[in-house]
């Protein structure tokens, strides 16, 4: 069975899904650890929710879209609060995959300005964190800064300004 094929009917048979709490539980026993009234899911190495169907891992976002609207989302579902584990409806919107993007931290792995907010980085020649984003496939810079603070303020600045899906 593959995405496209999971029948809505199906779904609503063996899931129950709490819009209010973002979750899913099971309607039937499943074996192993899934018994009726259990929640549905593990979760990634990348933070978000998985759901196996008949051997098929699903991501539990974008089931919770189908579960609802009886439609597969068209593109990306964003999780508006930017927590991938959030899958309350309200925080789950249609996105485009630069939407999508806009209120992503950055890893710390391999991360040498020591910041979380993406579009600043740490520049050694001249010791100072300067603050670059994409705004329509164009890279804009909006200056060099003394401190990682002052930096993160100005990247969230226009990230304010400039991405209408950004929740930084």
Known sequence: MSR??????????????NQDTGTF??????????????????????GRIQIKINCV??????????YTHAIWPKKFLDHIDGNPVNNILNN????????????LKKSQE??????????VSFNKTSNKYPVRLYIRGIRKSFG???TLEEAEKEALKQRRIHYEFNTL
Do not use: C, M
């Not at 496209?4 to 899904?17: P, S, T, V």
């Not at 899934?34 to 990634?44: C, N, Q, T």
């Not at 891992?57 to 189908?66: C, E, K, S, V």
């Not at 391999?110 to 579009?119: A, L, M, V």
């Open 4 to 17: 496209e094929e999971l029948d809505f009917d199906y779904l609503h048979e063996i899931l129950d899904y």
């Open 144 to 146: 060099y800064f003394k």
């Open 57 to 66: 891992p699903y991501l539990a976002h974008r089931l919770a879209w189908f």
């Open 25 to 46: 539980k099971w309607k039937v026993n499943r074996g192993g650890l899934a018994k009726v009234g259990s929640i549905a899911g593990s979760l990634r190495k990348d």
């Open 110 to 119: 391999n991360n040498k300005s020591g910041s979380s907010i993406p579009g």
């Open 92 to 103: 789950l919107r249609e996105a485009t995959s630069q939407q999508n993007k806009q209120n």
